[in-house]
T-cell receptor, first 115, second 113 residues
Framework: NAGVMQNPRHLVRRRGQEARLRCSPM?????VYWYRQLPEEGLKFMVY????????ESGMPKERFSAEFPKEGPSILRIQQVVRGDSAAYFC?????????????FGPGTRLTVL | QQQVKQSPQSLIVQKGGISIINCAYE??????FPWYQQFPGKGPALLIA?????SEKKEGRFTISFNKSAKQFSLHIMDSQPGDSATYFC????????????FGSGTQLTVLP
């Protein structure tokens, strides 16, 4: 299966702990996007990365959130000192970076619950 | 200006009926409009997409109608089936600048057997 992979699928953290979410893009894709989906809402853009570069982080909260996409390995979204308001589904998407529309394909998501 | 407004929030249709979901946008720089289908516990899956140089695109039972002057587009699902029951999101992209998709708030479709 060459689709976008995310792990873990479910993550439970207590307030103040760190959450690390991983995303492996589709084979051949070098562009990664992270989106957050709150209950009963649409997806909200957080950050767009290419290998070793953050291209657009305009949707990322200024504090506690960081993202990386290293030369080797998956992209990681890190949330430090989690709070209850961070509870959401976090989706990763990938694209080839080619063409005008550059279709984004989504992974199954990581559902974060903060106790 | 970055918003995409989607309606209705929920929709119940009888099997075989037509499901219609509407979206409106403000940003005239948007030039790519995909629709995603999401089942519970899954990620969004691309269903169909349109560029503003055409007014309609059809793929099987799914049709996008696009009205550039009104800045509106809609998804029509013909002969709706219970298996179509899912949440549908419209989205928009400005391919000339940021690559971020701007999503509507979603429509929960239920097709009754």
């Amino acid at each position: 299966n060459a689709g976008v992979m995310q792990n873990p699928r479910h993550l439970v953290r207590r307030r103040g702990q760190e959450a690390r979410l991983r995303c492996s893009p589709m084979k051949g894709h070098s562009h990664v996007y992270w989106y957050r989906q709150l209950p009963e809402e649409g997806l909200k853009f957080m950050v767009y990365l290419q290998k070793e570069n953050i291209i657009d982080e305009s949707g990322m909260p200024k504090e506690r959130f960081s993202a990386e996409f290293p030369k080797e390995g998956p992209s990681i979204l890190r949330i430090q000192q989690v709070v209850r308001g961070d509870s959401a589904a976090y989706f990763c998407a990938s694209s080839s970076g080619q063409g005008d529309t550059d279709t984004q394909y989504f992974g199954p998501g990581t559902r974060l619950t903060v106790l | 200006q970055q918003q995409v407004k989607q309606s209705p929030q929920s929709l119940i249709v009888q099997k075989g009926g037509i499901s219609i979901i509407n979206c409106a946008y403000e940003n005239t720089a948007f030039d790519y409009f995909p629709w995603y289908q999401q089942f519970p516990g899954k990620g969004p899956a691309l269903l169909i997409a349109i560029r503003p140089d055409v007014s309609e695109k059809k793929e099987g039972r799914f049709t996008i109608s696009f009205n550039k002057s009104a800045k509106q587009f809609s998804l029509h699902i013909m002969d709706s089936q219970p298996g179509d029951s899912a949440t549908y999101f419209c989205a928009a992209l400005d391919s000339g600048s940021a690559r971020q998709l701007t999503f509507g708030s979603g429509t929960q479709l239920t097709v009754l057997p």
